[in-house]
């Protein structure tokens, strides 16, 4: 082999490294979903929510990676989309459902229906042919049924309330709203991104400090959900440019 084939390799493997080195970094969300559950029957919700946080940011940020290391052409063995929806499943779905049972945030009576109910809405949303669409938003209720996990153990709703809030979320995901995916969306995209991104900071600011939490923390992130909800059902022929 020439010396110039060897150069010409080396960014290839270089590449293909850190292709799968994203692939191995989505990966570890299966690894803190399973911390999550193992802090949940522990009863520790500090640990929880740190891990669920942590599944979170690897969510975040393995798609903005996968693109940057061009994961389709350098592990092209791998489907990152359905590892991707796969760990979802595991952390935006089972272990809130774990949670849902384990926690005392519904009434005992209802807990494993509640737990029940996600898993089977979110079986059926995770696997639409057109769960995410074309123009990068999710059809039906995104299942952040984690988002909503977090919020029942901040605000300290009554049980009956957080039954009836998830009921209505499971009805969600059946009605064809398309919700915005955040950090792809291009209405508004600016101040979507800023908001998003403060949301987050703010949130993850507030749930480190439980159980000693700023009380206004959760209360106030909910501009932000009334903003993304209204940006969502506006309809998507305004979102053409």
């Known amino acids: 082999m020439s010396t110039s084939s060897i150069s010409e390799n080396k960014p290839n493997l270089l590449r293909v490294i850190a292709a799968w080195g994203v692939h191995l970094f989505t990966a570890t969300g299966a690894v803190w979903g399973l911390l999550a559950i193992l802090a949940i029957f522990e009863k520790n919700w500090k640990a929880m929510i740190v891990y669920m946080i942590v599944a979170m940011l690897v969510d975040g940020f393995d798609g903005m990676l996968a693109r940057w290391a061009d994961v389709k052409k350098y592990a092209e063995g791998i489907d990152g989309a359905l590892l991707d929806n796969i760990l979802d499943y595991v952390n935006y779905v089972l272990v809130p459902a774990v949670f849902l049972i384990e926690a005392d945030v519904l009434p005992a009576s209802v807990r494993l229906l509640g737990a029940c109910s996600i898993l089977l809405t979110s079986a059926y949303q995770f696997t639409q042919t057109d769960a ?17 996990a977090l919020y029942m153990i901040l605000m300290n709703l009554p049980q009956w309330v957080n039954f009836g809030f998830l009921m209505l979320f499971n009805i969600m995901v059946f009605i064809p709203i398309k919700y915005i995916y955040p950090t792809r969306n291009t209405f508004f995209r600016t101040l979507t991104l800023a908001l998003t991104y403060l949301y987050g900071a703010i949130g993850i600011w507030g749930l480190i400090q439980y159980p000693n939490h700023p009380q206004w923390v959760a209360w106030a992130s909910l501009i932000y959900v009334a903003y993304y909800i209204v940006l969502s059902v506006i309809p998507k022929k305004s979102h053409a440019h």
């Open 132 to 148: 995410k669409t074309d123009d990068h938003h999710f059809k039906g209720f995104p299942s952040y049924w984690n988002v909503a």
